[in-house]
């Protein structure tokens, strides 16, 4: 079982920048994909980075390309997201997700989830 938190959420200006963390116990995260998501009251949950268990391959969601970057650290258990250049169109909770198998950008092959964490862009 693996146990995972986000933290670093808040509220920031438009053009702000936040950096989120997902820190993971109960299993070492180092053979897990894993993936930020957010939803928007009243939408559905989108994918917005993933990144591989190595780090070597990531992606990125069109709307956050250029402006928000993953990465992982396996020896602190803890994943990142670096977010720049924030819009209120970014305001949503945010989760972060494992699974111990491949890169996906699917929300339901996740096996994990935090409980994610609020950010709000304010115009």
């Known amino acids: 079982q693996v146990q995972l938190v986000e933290s670093g959420g808040g509220l920031v200006q438009t053009g702000g920048s936040l950096r989120l963390s997902c820190a993971a116990s109960?299993?070492?995260?180092?053979?897990?994909?894993m993936g930020w998501f957010r939803q928007a009251p009243g939408k559905e949950r989108e994918v917005v980075a993933a990144?591989?268990?190595?780090?070597?391959?990531?992606y990125y969601a069109d709307s956050v390309k250029g402006r928000f970057t993953i990465s992982r650290d396996n020896a602190k258990n803890t994943m990142y997201l670096q977010m720049n250049s924030l819009k209120p169109e970014d305001t949503a909770v945010y989760y972060c997700a494992a699974r111990a198998s491949g890169i996906t950008v699917v929300a339901g092959q996740y096996d994990f989830w935090g409980q994610g964490t609020q950010v709000t862009v304010s115009s």
């Open positions: 109960g299993r070492t995260l180092r053979s897990y994909a």
């Open positions: 990144i591989s268990w190595s780090g070597g391959v990531t």
